[in-house]
């Protein structure tokens, strides 16, 4: 574990950037073979904004998901902001030709009844026919399905059912029917051990997707009792969970790799109450807040004592008030490029993160562009 005080941080993450530093558990870290920048998609969530998306962001996209539409009924809806948000992504077409977009459903509490409505024949199919209308009307490229979570407990209150996960892949499968070959369906998915192993069916859902966008973030998350990394590459002695762990098992049950898109954090989440031992990781605490990455820096600047931690066996930073018992865990610079590395080897089918509006202006999506180019030299 490396201590360095908050002020260094952006001397050391340009230096490391350029510092090989591996922990020896990064799966396949020798294989040589790279992912080619052609196949590899850099996809982004947007949650809608007044506020333009700078051009040069648009560019390094290859797709980018508006977050989110919901059900009426049986259908999925478009409300006039949607509306809005939908055609000023669709201009961007204009700035980055190959540029898809998507919308998706649902969202972390934005699919109380999908349990129900997807348990029916009746219900899939007018889902499914509402969704190539909807792609027809506004001039989208496909859809990804965000369920949290089928057959397993999620937003408190929501009914989940052990048939949701048949019920999936008959969802995924009329969709696939109605709306043809030609858009793009992908589905979000959790990335701890409970979600792979009971909500889908892998073997018969994944030949009908186009890509599975793995949640590889909020691995630790608001009702946790302790602190941890929530978003770590690798896993530890103390904390199994992580995006390899999750890879290693989808790639266990026969998941193509080419179709597994790993998760980034452009944001943070917040941890008080928390035990001043091992610089705050791993100690019990209270979550008290997200914060985006964009403002994070201020965040710190608000109150003096903090300071940043490099964990080389999770390969993921974190920061630690002592005195305010303030613990901070997040993706930060070094974090995404060591991700985008690992998903260039190890042959996925890119990288995703929730969400762009979380991104400085010149932050975590040039890092990941910046490794997607350089696979190419």
């Known amino acids: 574990m490396r201590r360095i005080p908050f002020i260094l941080i952006g001397f050391v993450l340009v230096l490391s950037s350029c510092i090989n530093r591996s922990s020896g558990k990064e799966m396949k870290e020798e ?21 333009e998306i700078a051009p040069n962001k648009i560019k390094q996209l290859d797709q980018i998901i508006y977050s989110f539409l919901h059900l009426n009924e049986n259908r999925l809806a478009v409300l006039e902001k949607d509306a809005k948000y939908l055609k000023y992504l669709v201009s961007q077409k204009e700035i980055n030709s190959d540029l898809k977009v998507l919308v998706a459903l649902g969202g972390w509490g934005g699919c109380e009844t999908c349990s129900e409505v997807f348990s029916t024949e009746k219900g899939r199919k007018e889902f499914a026919v509402s969704v190539k209308e909807i792609l027809l009307e506004n001039d989208l490229d496909g859809i990804d399905l965000d369920w949290e979570y089928p057959a397993i407990s ?44 009971n909500s889908i069916e892998w073997s018969k859902v994944m030949p009908m997707v186009d890509h599975v966008n793995l ?15 929530h978003t770590a590459l690798l896993s530890t002695k103390e904390q199994n969970r992580s995006a390899d762990e999750a890879i290693q098992y989808l790639d266990s049950v026969g998941v193509s790799k080419d179709k597994i898109v790993i998760g980034a ?37 608000s109150s003096a004592g903090f300071e940043y931690f490099w964990d080389s066996e999770a390969q993921a930073p974190y920061i ?58």
């Open 320 to 377: 630690y008030n002592a005195e305010n018992g303030i613990f901070i865990t997040y993706d930060d610079s070094l974090s995404v490029s060591k991700k985008t590395s690992y998903a260039l080897k190890n042959n996925l089918g890119g990288i995703m993160f929730w969400q762009l509006s979380g991104d400085k202006p010149e932050g975590l999506l040039e890092v990941i562009s910046a490794e997607v180019n350089n696979s190419k030299n």
């Open 265 to 301: 954090a452009f944001y943070a989440r917040v941890f008080e109450q928390v035990k001043d031992a091992s610089n705050g990781l791993n100690q019990p605490g209270r979550f008290k807040e997200a914060i985006l990455y964009k403002d994070l820096d201020a965040y710190i600047k």
């Open 215 to 229: 949640m590889s973030y909020d691995m630790v998350g608001g009702g946790s009792t302790s602190t941890g990394h």
């Open 154 to 197: 999620g937003y408190q209150g929501h009914l989940f059912q052990p048939e949701d996960r048949q019920n999936f892949t008959l969802l995924v499968k009329e969709l696939r029917d109605i709306l043809g070959p030609d858009y793009v369906i992908s589905f979000a998915a959790g990335g701890f051990r409970k979600y792979l192993e």
């Open 31 to 51: 294989t040589p073979d790279i992912q080619q920048q052609d196949d590899f998609k850099v996809i982004a969530y947007w949650t809608g904004s007044d506020k």
